[in-house]
């Protein structure tokens, strides 16, 4: 039996939704410090839209965030452990945003669009 549904050391990618059509487009790719009962503790980045540009931004400063999975207010996507965290970019692929690190890995998001 499993103990946890994500376990400490897990690289994740988690898409905050947005409420309103003017709300920016927030996205987080970092490592799972802890998770109980629904409730995520995770340490990386924050990935934002910039709205002259259209393109994600990472922010410089790493962060610790604690969120609710069990909200319905963020997806949660587990990425493989060969990933480096540290070359994430996002691109435009047709009406899709791709997520890579530059390797064979990558994240359609396309449920998404960041316009």
């Given amino acids: ?21 003017q709300e920016p487009h927030r996205h987080f790719v970092g490592v799972v410090n802890d998770y109980r009962e629904g409730v995520l503790r995770m340490t990386g980045h924050v990935y934002a839209v910039d709205t002259t540009t259209y393109q994600f931004i990472r922010r410089p400063e790493q962060r610790t965030r604690v ?44 449920e998404v669009g960041w316009r």
């Fill in 1 to 21: 039996m499993v103990d946890s549904i994500l376990a400490p050391g897990e690289k994740i990618h988690v898409i905050h939704r947005r409420r309103f059509d």
């Fill in 67 to 110: 969120v609710s999975v069990v909200s319905g207010e963020v997806i949660v996507n587990v990425i493989p452990s060969s990933v480096d965290l540290s070359k994430i970019t996002y691109r435009q692929e047709g009406s899709a945003v791709r997520v890579s690190d530059g390797s064979d890995w990558h994240l359609d998001i396309s």
